[in-house]
Antibody
Framework: EVQLVESGGGLVKPGGSLRLSCAASGFMFSSYNMNWVRQAPGKGLEWVSS????????YFADSVKGRFTISRDNAKNLLFLQMNSLRAEDTAVYYC???????????????WGQGTLVTVSS | SYVVTQPPSVSVAPGQTARITCGGN??????VHWYQQKSGQAPVLVVY???DRPSGIPERFSGSNSGNTATLTINRVEAGDEADYYCQVWDSSSEHWVFGGGTKLTVL
């Protein structure tokens, strides 16, 4: 069974940093491209970042580019999101999600974790 | 950047057909994916590549895409279909994924 479990969320002050993790199981993690998607309280889904299976290709939303870093550890089946210079508007539930296709990053997201809440407030 | 537009809400009686639209400039040339998100839960993929269904998704869910509008159709709507629905496309010019603002489906 495919499982994605996020962790690392919490309360952080504006300007602070946080590192989110996503533990993957039930599939060959190293073969799949992955994503982070967030959802502010009461709002819609917002794509944050994508990373290819080998980390060769990385994309970021304009809203987080230069502040967030995505990475992965294929040996440990882990996906990361390093968030720096956090702002109040980064407050959201952060989901990791798997691309359906193993061969392209232009594909739907077929499995999602349950999310981890990040709150940026003084 | 590419913009996709969804109606904020759609209401339908049980047993009827719900149609949720996703509008965008020449969206028919893109692959559209649809997600269902029930209250307090993670999103679930219900239609991908315009009209394909993942395993486990009822045949009542279908999709189409042409011109400037993609449509998610839910036949024989049930109370359990009440949720927020989001469309998603890849904007190749900006290399960004774009989600619609979401449509709240209410089953009357």
């Amino acid at each position: 069974e495919v499982q994605l479990v996020e962790s690392g969320g919490g309360l952080v002050k504006p300007g602070g940093s946080l590192r989110l993790s996503c533990a993957a199981s039930g599939f060959m993690f190293s073969s799949y491209n992955m994503n982070w998607v967030r959802q502010a309280p009461g709002k819609g889904l917002e794509w944050v970042s994508s990373i290819s299976s080998s980390s060769s290709y990385i994309y970021f939303a304009d809203s987080v580019k230069g502040r967030f870093t995505i990475s992965r550890d294929n040996a440990k089946n882990l996906l990361f999101l390093q968030m720096n210079s956090l702002r109040a508007e980064d407050t959201a539930v952060y989901y990791c999600a798997r691309f359906l296709s193993r061969t392209t990053m232009v594909s739907s997201f077929d499995y999602w974790g349950q999310g981890t809440l990040v709150t940026v407030s003084s | 950047s590419y913009v996709v537009t969804q109606p904020p809400s759609v209401s339908v009686a049980p047993g009827q057909t719900a149609r949720i639209t996703c509008g965008g400039n020449n969206i028919g040339s893109k692959s559209v994916h649809w997600y269902q998100q029930k209250s307090g839960q993670a999103p679930v993929l219900v239609v991908y590549d315009d009209s394909d269904r993942p395993s486990g998704i009822p045949e009542r869910f279908s999709g189409s895409n042409s011109g400037n509008t993609a449509t998610l159709t839910i036949n024989r709507v049930e109370a359990g279909d009440e949720a927020d629905y989001y469309c998603q496309v890849w904007d190749s010019s900006s290399e960004h994924w774009v989600f619609g603002g979401g449509t709240k489906l209410t089953v009357l």
